[in-house]
């Protein structure tokens, strides 16, 4: 079975710090990881993805996010904290086997942006 | 191209009433799930579809709740009789395949009196 795990509920940063969101998993199978990010009163919205090929991958909005296999971890980074990053985070993890689409998802950090 | 459509987006019921909440998937898209957001409990997926054909329904909580989707571009959740503590947000979302990611609608904020 997969899982994700996400250490605390919320990180707060000043306005232009670095944002370092973390996320581990657990995957029988080289998994596909998803990154995705929650505004207030809005759905989520995917941000990135790994799923194979370069281990650094690039998102929306300045993100990007590493996949390490020996750490079995895919923490998301941004060098510059901006105010409208506030919003929730939500890391997720999909096993590539058939046709299966499901995610299996962390329980979200609140990034607060200081400024 | 338009994304997951859900609606109502807003809806607001008493006790014991049926609520039925819908979504359109993205065009092409395969796979189908609900999930349900409350404070308490954070994201939970209700049901999942693949071609149309219900695959996982572990996560709906009980028989009041019931899906459908009759075909590729629509689906139906519904609840009978609705309670308070089925307050929440309720989720669409679409998928092409597991590489994709899923696509997510804005949800149906759901308030039971």
């Known amino acids: 079975a997969q899982s994700v795990t996400q250490l605390g509920s919320h990180v707060s940063v000043s306005e232009g710090a670095l944002v370092l969101l973390r996320c581990n998993y657990s995957s029988s199978v080289p998994p596909y990881l998803f990154w995705y990010v929650q505004y207030p009163n809005q759905g989520l919205q995917l941000l990135l993805k790994?799923?194979?090929?370069?281990?650094l991958v690039k998102g929306i909005n300045g993100f990007e996010a590493e996949f390490k296999k020996s750490e079995t971890s895919f923490h998301l980074t941004k060098p510059s904290a901006h105010m409208s990053d506030a919003a929730e985070y939500f890391c997720?993890?999909?096993?590539?086997?058939?046709?299966?689409?499901?995610?299996?998802f962390g329980k979200g950090i609140t990034l607060s942006v200081r400024p | 191209d338009a994304g997951v459509i859900q609606s109502p987006r807003h809806e607001v019921t008493e006790m014991g009433q049926e609520v039925t909440l819908r979504c359109k998937p993205i065009s092409g898209h395969n796979s189908l799930f609900w999930y349900r957001q409350t404070m308490m409990r954070g994201l939970e997926l209700l049901i999942y579809f693949n071609n149309n054909v219900p695959i996982d329904d572990s996560g709906m909580p009980e028989d009041r709740f019931s899906a459908k989707m009759p075909n590729a571009s629509f689906s139906t959740l519904k609840i009978q009789p609705s309670e308070p503590r089925d307050s929440a947000v309720y989720f669409c979302?679409?998928?092409?395949?597991?590489?994709?990611?899923?696509?997510f609608g804005p949800g149906t904020r759901l308030t039971v009196t």
């Open positions: 997720a993890v999909s096993e590539p086997t058939g046709a299966n689409s499901k995610l299996t």
């Open positions: 979302a679409s998928s092409l395949a597991g590489f994709w990611g899923q696509y």
């Open positions: 790994y799923t194979t090929g370069a281990t």
